[in-house]
């Protein structure tokens, strides 16, 4: 772990080497990239780059470790295509033989520019970033730069052809007023670092909302959708996402960026899911996120997630995540301090989608008890440390379902929000109330304003911050909270705090919802198992994942089985409830028929707790000091502090 000395001394090094490649750079022809989007219904994206250059050996290279994915996520796989010329002649290329992301060429003498034409063929599934309607184009994709010692500085001159008819947004600014035509936009010259920070939304069915009308810097939310009913959005969001941007001002005190853009693309052909950036975020969410009542819930705090990594992630960022000082992307990361970048960023997103209204103060304590209970249930923790699911972050991002408890997955978000709560809780009542997380916040990721830069900090700098904030042994609530194996989820915050974790019958609004969005069924608290589907198609009934030592497990279930009979009867998502509350206070075990690969077998599972879900219940000995945390700093309606 770095000492704040050696993190100063990485931000000043980053700062000397971004000087100098400034000015060598001012004197390079920046790299032409021309995209041609207008495919992106098919998925296909055209790219012809016109590279600088001059003879002799030259290595390209593909953008590998992509900032936000936490690991090796570059699609080379999916750029085809490739040919390289200078001056209309062909120039051979070859892939390096131990890193596939580098590409070696020698340039001919003469030569002052290399062009290289390619596709990107982007793919479905859990990497879609394109429909009929719509498109995100993340430059990282459509792009080749020479690898150098600076190459991070490299200067591209980009431009965007969409489709015919539609709508785009991006934190990048057009290259002059004269610098969109038809579908096609040309953007002022930027670095590589900015240019990949830069995603671009598209789409035929486009809205903007303008969050803080007026105001500097501005804030502007563009929806794009795979309809023109999933981009309608009521009155009542708009006031609650132009509450976000102010209690966030409240939390941080200051903004690191010049304006800021939230993408939100809405399709149920893409994988919901978000990514930071400095400027912008890119928000992803099935398409009737912002119309209906269970979809709602579950885009939930997406945005105000993505938001905070402004601040936590962007801003401040630990020194591993850096890839070097040169920002090469390809560079491999250290991403043991996850629990801080993520885990600190999942706490703030929730809070602030409390403070906000995005989530009303029943679901804020709801989501708190879900996240509780995953975590105490979550088998994994008797034999692996918090901290090592951050450092194996990117092997676990790409983690299977079944055996994930067993695993662990990226448990640094809901385990860490834990643990964030409780560092809260712990300020608040060692002070008396006269300090809490937010003045380390503050502190930490506050002012002084200067625009879009990166400041890095190491474990050492977050605990001196926090104990200017209140005296306490830092190091040692989290050694004993992040770095130990602990059997038990980090529950102080939420006990200290003025609640306690207890279980009901009764399924919470979050889990419907996301029942509802998912079709994955919850009975991890009961039988401990997950089911995929409700029984309606023949492939219903998945199992998913089971936890350990729980009664399904005990019996002989395992995930990967098929679940087809409960107690006789063929599986339906409501059968098995019906099954479990009939079994409550009984003797007769719960027969469940599974198929495992093409072999039948009936498992009797002793079960007769009924169905049981999380929920917090309030501790009448104790402050509430939960709800407090979740309280707005600002009066509705106001507008955001300058």
Known sequence: MRSFAEGLRVFVTAAIIGITALAASAQTPPITLAVDASEAPRRIFHVRETIPVAPGPLTLVYPKWIPGEHSAAGPITDLVGLKLTAAGKPVPWTR???????????????????????????????????TAQLAVVNWW?????????????TRFSPSLKLPAGWKYATSLKAASPAGESANAI???????????????????????????????????????????????ISSEDE?????????AQALFGARHYRQYHFLLALSDHLPSNGLEHHESSDNRASEHALTEDSAKKVLGTLLSHEYVHSWNGKYRRPAGLVSGVSADYQVPVKSDLLWVYEGLTEYYGDVLGARSGLRSPDLYRENLALLAAGMDRQAGRSWR????????????????????GWRRGVDFYPESELIWLDADVLIRSKTGGKKSLDDF??????????????????????????????????????????YQVAPRAPLAGIENGGWKLTYTDARPELTRATEEESKLYDFWYSLGIEVQGDGDSPEDGTIRDVVPGASAARAGVAPGMRLIAVNGRRYKEQGLRDALRFAKDGKAPIALLVENLDTFQTFEVDEHGGEKHPRL???????????????PRTKAGSPPAP
Do not use: C
Not at 617 to 625: A, F, G, I, T, W
């Open 239 to 247: 006031a609650n996402y132009r509450r976000l941007v102010a209690e």
């Open 441 to 482: 916040a503050r502190a930490f990721y506050g002012p002084p304003e200067n625009g879009p830069e990166v400041k890095t900090y190491g474990f050492d700098d977050v605990v001196a911050a926090l104990a200017a904030v209140a005296p306490n042994d830092w190091s040692a609530f989290f050694q004993e909270r992040v």
């Open 96 to 130: 390096q033989a131990t890193e596939m992301w580098a590409f070696d060429v020698r340039v001919p003498d003469g030569a002052s520019a290399l062009e290289a034409i390619f596709d990107y063929v982007a793919p479905l599934g859990a990497w879609t970033t394109a």
């Open 186 to 232: 040309a953007f002022a010259p930027v670095s590589l670092v900015t240019l990949i920070d830069s995603p671009v939304l598209a789409g035929a069915h486009f809205r903007t909302v303008d969050l803080t009308p007026g105001q500097t810097p501005g804030h502007w939310l563009h929806i794009a959708g795979d309809t023109d009913a999933s981009v309608a």
């Open 141 to 153: 994709s459509v792009l080749l730069y020479p690898q150098g010692p600076s190459d991070n500085e």
């Open 385 to 404: 440390p918090l901290a090592d699911t951050a450092t194996a972050a990117q092997l676990l991002y790409d983690g299977r379902p079944e055996w994930a």
């Open 617 to 631: 219940e309030k501790d009448s000995s104790k402050p509430d000091l939960v709800s407090a945390i979740g309280a």
